[in-house]
Nanobody, 126 residues
Framework: QVQVVESGGGTVQSGGSLRLSCKAS????????IGWFRRAPGKGREGLLC????????YYSDSVRGRFTVSRDNAENTVYLQMNSLKPEDTAVYYC???????????????????WGQGTQVTVSS
């Protein structure tokens, strides 16, 4: 069964850090671009960043540049989102998604992503 599962969400104080995991099953994560997205309360889906098949990182949102980083562990078939200096406005449900096609994560168009997780809640308290 092909799926991606996010984990690692929780509640953290402003200025704190969290690391989210995106575990893939049914496919090899190194063959896909993996993007991270979020949906804050009352807002639409926002693309954050992506790691390409060749491990190039593209930031979709300037709001997380310099605070969020992404890495891939092929042995664990997992991609990680390290979030530092968290702010209350980072509160959202965070999703990872896998893209196999030629876009390779260059654009944040969500329709290009093939597999989506169910999301993990991140809450940042002030």
């Amino acid at each position: 069964q092909v799926q991606v599962v996010e984990s690692g969400g929780g509640t953290v104080q402003s200025g704190g850090s969290l690391r989210l995991s995106c575990k893939a099953s049914g496919f090899t994560v190194r063959d896909y671009a993996i993007g991270w997205f979020r949906r804050a309360p009352g807002k639409g889906r926002e693309g954050l960043l992506c790691i390409s098949k060749s491990d190039e990182v593209t930031y979709y949102s300037d709001s997380v540049r310099g605070r969020f980083t992404v890495s891939r562990d092929n042995a664990e078939n997992t991609v990680y989102l390290q979030m530092n200096s968290l702010k209350p406005e980072d509160t959202a449900v965070y999703y990872c998604a896998a893209e196999y096609g030629p876009n390779d994560g260059r654009t944040s168009s969500w329709s290009k992503y093939d597999y989506w997780g169910q999301g993990t809640q991140v809450t940042v308290s002030s």
